[in-house]
């Protein structure tokens, strides 16, 4: 399986390619999804080390699938993406959220949170700029 990816998952391409190109130049290894359905095919085929997905998509929402990740044997914390941070904190303490994070999202946001859950990974300084 090789070494970890972070899986971002979001039924926009537009922003998985953002965000990809943005982990990918901080020195991340990055897989992306357009839905909860393909990021179970590839939580099942990689080694992960973080899923960072958006709570609203088509069928199966953020929440949904990092349960089902947990409940298929695979503990792979979880960094939430929604577009509205009136609910953000009843995310706290759901299985597998390590952050829960608001759009837009600037850059520094997003690797700080990434790095916060894997604090061992080499670090590559980005320039600051937004996502939107």
């Known amino acids: 399986m090789g070494s970890s990816h972070i899986l971002i998952v979001d039924d926009d391409p537009a922003l998985n390619a953002v965000f990809a190109e943005l982990l990918r130049r901080a020195g991340h290894q990055v897989l992306t999804a357009t839905s909860a359905e393909q990021a179970l095919q ?25 349960t089902a990740v947990a409940a298929a044997g695979h503990h792979i ?10 609910h953000a904190d009843s995310f706290d303490g759901f299985p597998g959220v390590s952050a829960v994070l608001i759009k837009p999202i600037d850059r520094n946001t997003l690797l700080t949170s990434i790095n916060a859950i894997l604090p061992s990974q080499p670090k590559k300084k980005v320039e600051p700029t937004s996502l939107h």
């Open 77 to 86: 914390p979880g960094i939430l993406i929604t577009g509205s941070g009136e």
């Open 42 to 66: 590839l939580v099942d085929s990689n080694k992960i080390a973080v899923i960072v997905t958006d709570l609203y998509m088509p069928g199966m929402r953020g929440t949904e699938l990092l």
